[in-house]
């Protein structure tokens, strides 16, 4: 018996061996997937780490941008007292590098770091502390490293950071599951993760603060926004809005109408102190009996609520989308997917869907059965009906998604995974200085299909359905600049990438 | 006579300690039951002959105890208390098996799932449970990595998915033999987990039951059966319908994340079932070869409810399978030879009109094993061809798809003292795929009660259809596809003394390549060989009857410890859980017989587990009790009433592993007159 337990356990010892699939591009080292390419403590091979003032890039250790090379070393001139301002200039025993000139000088008005006078407020090598140094890529502010945006890649299941340049700006910040939605409130950026688990990750926007996760039930959270200090976020799986406190705990959730036959909540924003959310359904055959249509969930306890002596909120009504003038064709369906609150209007994209073409998708409403539609939502006040008027987005505009407003055009994300040449790629501006909004010429961006938008100071940035790219525009010029690639490939022959959201870090 | 180790310890109560030793452990009556095995009738292929198997030696001794006990009233708990752990699994007397005798549950409410859930090393995933579909689990491997046979004959689609235990109905059941391990060897291609045998009740010469029954949630049971004598040869049929509404209460949660544990009540709605089957069987000796045959049919409909969160009101299914079986054996040319012939085929169809888009499956398949036996010197050596061919017709598929399957396969009992060795080999190719299999197994009696018994082997899965082909919703086939491959070895150590029965196991198994599911796009999953995952399991088995004498109390409980280790993926998979797989099983059952009453208790617990890869998402630890009472009416006519409680607490809160409610506590009626005679009765 002894040697046969015995045969048993070198069976399992020599099966034991565990092999870690990484994503297309990383590598295997010390157990975690890194990119040789740029992780800085494995810069071309596992273990090799780069010096404080280099960065790594292409897999070869380099001088850091705005770091010069002194006698073959990568010496910070700004800040180096032995080096200040060119090579081998070297400041008085007692005297500093100031950051700003890159000059010596006796006296720091500013803070002293070793022997150079920097701002720690904004100095990327010593933010918020001396010696603390940002990440390539990230900026320093209000003393902490910052990434300028953050892209929600589904597949790897990581939020990572970028410059507005989107190149890299820090560690990628790993999610429990899969992240398909961003929001920020305070100083964290919040991922909706979905599959398999669902789950709310708190990020905080300085790395140096570890992040957190708080798990829901279900296996798809489609959005989550924030309004008035609290996170809304809608469970798709189990049919619920999620109010969550900004620390992750769950104040309340609220079942949407028909929650048992599956009202699949979409997008949500906030009007009147009223959150609509969108009620997707099923993209199944078969009857209707939850969702295209609308929530409306009255918010106004809220403040009781976070005060824990009552309710977040309650739903008011549920506003029907089906059989509305004008909000599908007769073999679409009015499925409603993302929502905007803006100037005192509701905005709502209705993706106006006919059932597939082909063997596999022809009891799905998959296809675009013809224009996408905007239900312009007017809220009318408690106890009142608001006013619904349905805008025909066009010929260029199928299958409409994401939402987004720069001052006082709304741009509408238009393109079809499956029938592109029914829907195809292009981003809608629309103006809100008239209403109904008046549509305005479509931005073509090429070889992707847009999802999510946002703008981040001047620049708009729209990712991609199909790929791990994010498309950076400039929505004055109307300049489509080439798509970057974020979001790594999942691992294996059957990887791939989906840029899922786009969030701009305050 | 060279001694070896009999080919197992039938497990009849009244059988353990006197019929088991001496002559009985000797070689030679194991080479006897293997060459009447060859000779033997169709459903003795796989599971041995009465005249000679050693189980009917324990139930001659049975028969005596039943005599001297003749003039107590009893029911079947107190006959059949125990188990048969390898008792006639005498295709692979070497394997680590649990036979499970349906009469041990008489009266009880029980189909294939539930008594196979009672043997170690299983898990059934129920998916909503009331005559819906229940699919098999063993040692870690999937649905799609057990062998179900019924009466030797494979239930498993081509189309993939597993076999729904639900639809053989249970009243046919004269008992499960559940094989554990690596059995490509032995059974075929697709046993990466292990096998599991439906044994349908034999025809005797005469005889009949009767039996009927209702209970909660509108559910209805009928079933009879007739043997008789035509000439020389005996027939049975039997035929079983059943019913139920299914509209049971359930409590769910509406807000599962709000910390508010308050729970809502709901009823479930269109999860309806019906199920009809016949089944006829026919021995006719031939002169000296034998002729058997079987026909089995089998109808159902269910309502499909859905998800608490997404239910389907109008999703609807219908299933129906016929299998025609004729088997002619006997004595080949030469001494010790025994030839034998089987014809099978199997026809089944399911229809599902779903919100996610109707479905028509059709399929079946026809073939022919051939088989030689030849019992030599100290030994017995099976040689075996098989060659079927497997159709699927489903617009998911694509077109009809069909596949040859072919096998040769070699293997040998060999006696050397207290020591009986076999190993097995076979080679398959089902389509385009190739594949072996090998085992080596091994018995040793080691003393007095003690025996030892270990095994190893290897063997592959081919894709299924519907991993290769099926193009449907978010799902995408891969025609690249190449076999599974399951690697194992196990040892466990067997007492078996008098009133006392115990097993204690371990097995470690690997298997590559493996069959998943995943994401190719946002919404779009593929199938590759991409899993890999190590399997590493404790099973205990023991059963008892410590008070015989005093109300015929018994105890019998197994209990499995599965340890199952993601060893291929992403970082946030690798070195976590397997899905689905609980690390805990216990069932437990006591029962007494005082008088003409009969009682029993039990319980199946099952420890939490993870629903994902990523070992995020918890299925939370769930413990039923079930009960039941049943009374000896008329000792003349057999006649007894039986009422089976199931889920005695009433947990309306119960789930499935996919969140679907299971019923809370139902009550089933039950009368039976007639036979089949309690185990080990004349």
Same mark, same amino acid.
């Given at each position: 018996m002894r040697s046969l337990l015995a045969v048993l356990a070198i069976l399992s010892l020599a099966s034991c061996s565990k092999e870690l699939l990484c994503p297309q591009g990383e590598t295997a080292c010390g157990g975690r997937c890194v990119s040789l390419a740029t992780d800085t403590a494995n810069c071309g091979s596992c273990g090799r780490s780069v010096g404080r003032l280099e960065v790594c890039s292409a897999g070869v250790a380099t001088c850091a941008p705005g770091i010069a090379l002194c006698g073959g070393v990568c010496t910070d001139l700004s800040r180096d007292a032995a080096n200040c301002g060119s090579c081998a200039n070297t400041c008085a025993s007692t005297d500093f590098c100031t950051a700003s000139s890159?000059?010596?000088?006796?006296?720091?008005?500013?803070?002293?770091?070793?022997?150079?006078?920097?701002?720690?407020?904004?100095?990327?090598?010593?933010?918020?502390?001396?010696?603390?140094?940002?990440?390539?890529?990230?900026?320093?502010?209000g003393g902490a490293c910052h990434a300028d945006l953050a892209v929600a890649c589904y597949a790897t299941n990581e939020v990572v950071p970028v410059a507005t340049d989107l190149t890299p700006a820090g560690a990628h910040r790993p999610t429990p599951s899969g992240p398909d939605a961003l929001t920020v409130l305070g100083s964290a950026i919040y991922a909706a993760n979905g599959y398999p688990q669902a789950s709310v990750s708190i990020l905080p926007l300085d790395p140096v603060f570890a992040a957190t996760a708080v798990n829901l039930s279900g296996s798809d959270l489609e959005h989550i926004t924030a309004w008035q200090n609290v996170l809304l976020v809608t469970n798709a799986s189990v049919g619920t809005l999620v109010v969550m406190s900004p620390g992750g705990a769950v104040l309340e959730e609220l079942p949407m109408p028909d929650q048992t036959f599956g009202p699949n909540p979409h997008g949500i924003d906030v009007a009147g102190g009223v959150a609509y959310v969108a009620l997707y359904g099923s993209s199944a055959s078969g009857d209707v009996t939850a969702g295209q249509a609308l929530a409306k969930v009255d918010l106004s306890t809220l403040p009781a609520c976070v005060a824990g002596t009552g309710p977040c909120g309650s739903v008011e009504a549920k506003m029907p989308l089906v059989g509305v003038t004008g909000a599908a064709d007769a073999s679409g369906r009015p499925f409603p997917s993302e929502v905007l609150a803006t100037a005192g209007r509701v905005y709502v994209t209705l993706a106006n869907l006919a059932l597939g073409d082909n063997p596999w998708d022809a009891t799905y409403y998959v296809k675009p059965a013809g224009h996408g539609r905007l239900a312009v939502v007017t809220p009318a006040g408690p106890g009142a009906a608001d006013d619904l008027t349905v805008v025909d987005l066009g010929t260029s505009c199928g299958n409409p998604?994401?939402?987004?407003?720069?001052?006082?055009?709304?741009?509408?994300?238009?393109?079809?995974?499956?029938y592109p040449s029914l829907a195809p790629p292009v981003l809608l501006p629309l103006s809100?200085?008239?209403?109904?909004?008046?549509?305005?010429?479509?931005?073509?961006?090429?070889?992707? +299909?847009?999802?999510?938008?946002?703008? %981040?100071?001047?620049?708009?940035?729209?990712?991609?359905? $199909?790929?791990? !790219?994010? /498309?950076?525009?400039?929505?004055?010029?109307?300049? +489509?600049?080439?798509?970057?690639?974020? %979001?790594?490939?999942?691992?294996?022959?059957?990887?791939? $990438?989906?840029? !899922?959201? /786009?969030?701009?870090?305050? | 006579m060279v001694r070896c180790l009999t080919f197992s310890g039938p497990k009849e109560t009244r059988g353990l300690a006197p019929s088991l030793s001496g002559p009985a452990r000797a070689c030679a009556p194991a080479l006897a039951l293997a060459l009447a095995l060859a000779v033997a009738p169709l459903r003795v292929l796989a599971e041995g002959e009465p005249r000679a198997d050693p189980a009917s030696v324990a139930s001659t001794a049975a028969d005596a105890a039943a005599s001297r006990d003749a003039d107590l009233p009893t029911l079947d708990e107190i006959v059949v208390v125990g188990r048969r752990p390898r008792g006639q699994v005498a295709r692979d007397p070497t394997a680590s098996a649990t036979v499970i005798e349906a009469s041990r549950f008489a009266g009880e409410a029980k189909g294939v799932a539930e008594l196979v859930a009672t043997a170690p090393g299983v898990a059934v995933n129920d998916y909503g449970g009331l005559g819906h579909v229940s699919t098999i689990s063993i040692r870690g491997a999937s649905s799609d990595g057990v062998l179900v046979l019924l009466d030797g004959i494979p239930l498993n689609s081509a189309f993939g998915g597993g076999v729904d235990l639900g639809s053989i109905p249970r009243n046919w059941i004269e008992r499960i033999e559940v094989v554990r391990g690596v059995e490509g060897a032995v059974y075929g291609a697709g046993a990466l987990g292990g096998v599991v045998n439906i044994v349908t009740r034999r025809a005797t010469a005469s005889g009949g039951s009767l039996e009927l029954g209702g209970g909660s949630f509108g559910s209805w049971t009928g079933a009879g059966d007739r043997a008789f004598a035509v000439g020389a040869a005996t027939v049975r049929i039997a035929a079983s319908a059943e019913t139920t509404r299914g509209d049971f209460p359930y409590r769910w949660d509406p807000t599962p994340n709000d910390g508010d544990p308050t729970l809502t009540a709901e009823k479930r709605s269109n999860n309806d079932a019906a199920r009809v089957g016949a089944l006829l069987a026919v021995n006719a000796p031939l002169g000296t070869p034998v002729l058997d045959v079987v026909a089995q049919v089998a109808a159902g409909r269910r309502g499909l409810p859905g998800s608490p969160y997404s239910l389907t009101p109008d999703d609807r299914q219908r299933e129906g399978r016929a299998l025609l079986a004729l088997r002619l054996s006997g004595p080949g040319p030469a001494a010790g030879l025994a030839l034998g012939a089987t014809a099978s085929g199997r026809i089944e169809g399911l229809d599902t009109d779903a919100t996610t888009g109707d479905a028509r499956q059709r399929g079946g398949t026809a073939g022919l094993e051939t088989e030689a036996r030849w019992t030599h010197g100290v030994g017995l050596l099976r040689v075996a061809l098989d060659a079927r061919e497997e159709v699927v017709q489903d617009a998911s598929l694509g077109e009809r798809r069909a596949r040859i399957v072919l096998a040769a396969s070699a293997a040998e009992d060999v006696c050397l003292g207290p020591l009986l060795v076999s190993p097995a080999v076979r080679a398959e190719r089902i389509g385009p795929h190739d594949g072996w299999s090998a085992k080596l197994g091994a018995s040793l009696r080691l003393a007095g009660p003690v025996s030892l018994r270990a095994s190893g082997g290897r063997s592959f899965r081919a894709p299924s259809f519907s991993e290769l082909f099926l193009r449907q919703g978010i799902v995408a086939p891969n025609p690249n596809l190449v076999p599974e491959e399951g690697i194992g070895g196990d040892a466990a150590v067997v007492i078996d003394a008098g009133p006392v029965y115990a097993s204690a196991g371990g097995h470690s198994a690997l298997y590559r390549d493996l069959i998943v599911y995943q994401p190719v796009s946002f919404g779009q999953l593929r199938p590759f060989n991409a899993g890999k995952a190590l399997v590493q399991a404790l099973e205990l088995e023991v059963a008892?009857?410590?008070?015989?004498?005093?109300?015929?109390?018994?105890?019998?409980?197994?209990?499995?410890?599965?340890?199952?280790?993601?060893?291929?993926?992403?970082?946030?998979?690798?070195?976590?859980?397997?899905?689905?797989?609980?690390?805990?099983?216990?069932?437990?059952?006591?029962?007494?017989?005082?008088?003409?009453?009969?009682?029993?208790?039990?319980v199946h617990h099952v420890s939490r587990q993870y629903a994902d890869a990523q070992n995020l998402g918890l299925i939370p630890a769930a413990t039923v009790w079930n009960a039941g009472v049943s009374l000896l009416l008329s000792r003349v006519h057999a006649v007894s009433l039986h009422v089976d409680v199931r889920n005695l607490l009433d947990d309306?809160?119960?789930?499935?592993?996919?969140?679907?409610?299971?019923?809370?506590?139902?009550?089933?009626?039950?009368?039976?007159?007639?036979?089949?005679?309690?185990?080990?009765?004349?």
């Open positions: 890159a000059t010596c000088t006796s006296t720091c008005a500013a803070d002293a770091c070793d022997r150079s006078c920097v701002d720690r407020q904004t100095d990327r090598y010593n933010c918020g502390s001396c010696g603390h140094a940002c990440a390539a890529g990230e900026t320093c502010r998604g994401a939402l987004a407003v720069d001052g006082t055009t709304l741009w509408v994300a238009c393109g079809s995974f499956g809100l200085t008239s209403y109904p909004p008046v549509v305005g010429t479509p931005l073509s961006v090429p070889g992707i +299909v847009p999802g999510k938008i946002a703008f %981040c100071g001047s620049g708009g940035y729209v990712t991609d359905q $199909a790929s791990g !790219a994010v /498309v950076q525009f400039d929505p004055a010029t109307r300049t +489509v600049y080439p798509s970057v690639v974020v %979001c790594p490939t999942s691992p294996g022959p059957y990887g791939y $990438a989906w840029a !899922a959201d /786009v969030a701009c870090a305050p | 008892t009857i410590p008070l015989r004498q005093a109300a015929g109390l018994a105890l019998s409980a197994s209990y499995t410890l599965l340890a199952t280790q993601i060893l291929r993926g992403a970082a946030d998979t690798v070195g976590n859980e397997l899905a689905h797989r609980a690390r805990h099983r216990l069932y437990a059952r006591a029962s007494a017989a005082p008088g003409p009453v009969g009682l029993h208790l039990e309306r809160a119960l789930q499935d592993a996919f969140g679907y409610p299971l019923p809370g506590r139902s009550v089933l009626l039950l009368v039976r007159a007639g036979s089949p005679a309690p185990e080990g009765r004349p």
